[in-house]
T-cell receptor
């Protein structure tokens, strides 16, 4: 059982380049999320998808787009990378409300540096 | 004011010690509460849910005080392997809000 997988693990981009971070989960969860984690800031929600075909903005969506390709996959795209987007990006999926524990599972993260 | 606030630490404690972390939250309508653990350069993982009556899982005890809007985590008989960052998590309107974490370092 792979859980949540993310690719790539590491990436260096130049300012202005674009890239897509891939995420997939095999737990049949409806809800999926993208976070970024910066020192002293904690995890901040970029976008989320409550179900296949729907996406919504989180706390820090500017500079990003997402696609919920199907129930398993939720990708994050940086159209024109900026140094401020240097961060660790985590994808997550969550068990349905009412489940005990009501748990969010994270992927291993993508460490992105924009120069 | 942040929605979820934690002392960043680090808390440096010897093996066998008891250590406690607190976390305060600002939204009185918050519905659910959790502690996650994050090892260095790894993803966060659920440590335990926090129930209104308080709950225990082995050496770990979590408590919720709704009146004062804080949750706590108590770790007894600390092990070297407990060294990590502990994230307080609150659910507001179905979104998880993460604290910035409290770092624990257990030394021999």
């Amino acid at each position: 059982n792979a859980g949540v997988t993310q690719t790539p693990k590491f990436q260096v981009l130049k300012t202005g380049q674009s890239m897509t971070l891939q995420c997939a989960q095999d737990m049949n969860h409806n809800s999926m999320y993208w976070y970024r984690q910066d020192p002293g800031m904690g995890l901040r929600l970029i976008y989320y998808s409550a179900s296949e075909g729907t996406t919504d903005k989180g706390e820090v969506p500017n500079g990003y787009n997402v696609s919920r390709l199907n129930k398993r996959e939720f990708s994050l795209r940086l159209e024109s990378a900026a140094p401020s987007q240097t961060s660790v990006y985590f994808c997550a999926s969550r068990t349905p409300p009412g489940t005990d524990p009501y748990e969010q599972y994270f992927g291993p993260g993508t460490r992105l540096t924009v120069t | 004011r942040k929605e979820v606030e934690q002392d960043p630490g680090p808390f440096n404690v010897p093996e066998g010690a008891t250590v406690a972390f607190n976390c305060t939250y600002s939204n009185s309508a918050s519905q659910s509460f959790f502690w996650y653990r994050q090892d260095c350069r790894k993803e966060p993982k659920l440590l335990m849910s926090v129930y209104s009556s308080g709950n225990e899982d082995g050496r770990f005890t979590a408590q919720l005080n709704r009146a004062s809007q804080y949750i706590s985590l108590l770790i007894r008989d600390s092990k070297l392997s407990d060294s990590a960052t502990y994230l307080c998590v609150v659910i507001n309107t179905d979104k998880l809000i993460f604290g910035t974490g409290t770092r624990l370092q257990v030394f021999p």
